[in-house]
């Protein structure tokens, strides 16, 4: 979902214009994601992942909710050779679309692509991880929660899009299913303990959460 103004366009546009260039395969799933309406990150969310996976030196990255394969490929950026994305989404149009992405960019073999419910995939799937990250449906935000912080390891970084939800998470009047999902999900973030949570008012908002040690 586009994120809501923050900041004024003439600012999102500048700091737009800043961007380097993305390799063509990038900037191909970036104008697909514009011309289909699909949800995307977009490439300044998409830095601070490489920013997070740089300073963090994670090897594990699990994906709640790939889509595609855009966030994996920044992931991907800041991680080591060694470094493994796991993706998720529920389509397997989807992980076509990802892997065939991925193949073109050469990092085919440091992802892997489950096709199904990305909370029970991670509940299946041994830990710990350095970073997960969320990204689905914002009704299943709080199972994400309740499944993701026991894989994370200590140092471990929570990253969850959309958690200011198009500014709706602000109006009380609002009750529908998905922004009460957002809603809670920040509620249940920033009352744990373990967890010391910001929110980073870029785009749509992005919620960044450390495992305490």
Known sequence: MAGFAMYDASLNGYLDELLPERPP??????LYAEEKGFPFIGPQVGRV?????????????FEMGSGYGYSAYWFLQGMSPEGRVIMTDGSDANRKLAMFHHDRLGTKDRVEFHVGNAVDILRETDGPFDIIFNDIDKEQYP????????K?????LFI????????RVADKSNKDEATEGVREFNRLLFADWDLFPVILPIRDGLAVAVKKG
Do not use: I
């Open 152 to 156: 994370l390891h200590p140092g471990g």
């Open 25 to 30: 395969v990038v900037r191909e799933m970036e």
């Open 160 to 167: 969850t899009d959309n958690t200011l939800w198009s500014g």
């Open 49 to 61: 992942l490489t920013t997070l996976a740089m300073m963090s030196r994670a090897k594990r990255v």
């Open 143 to 150: 199972d994400a929660y309740h499944a993701a912080v026991h």
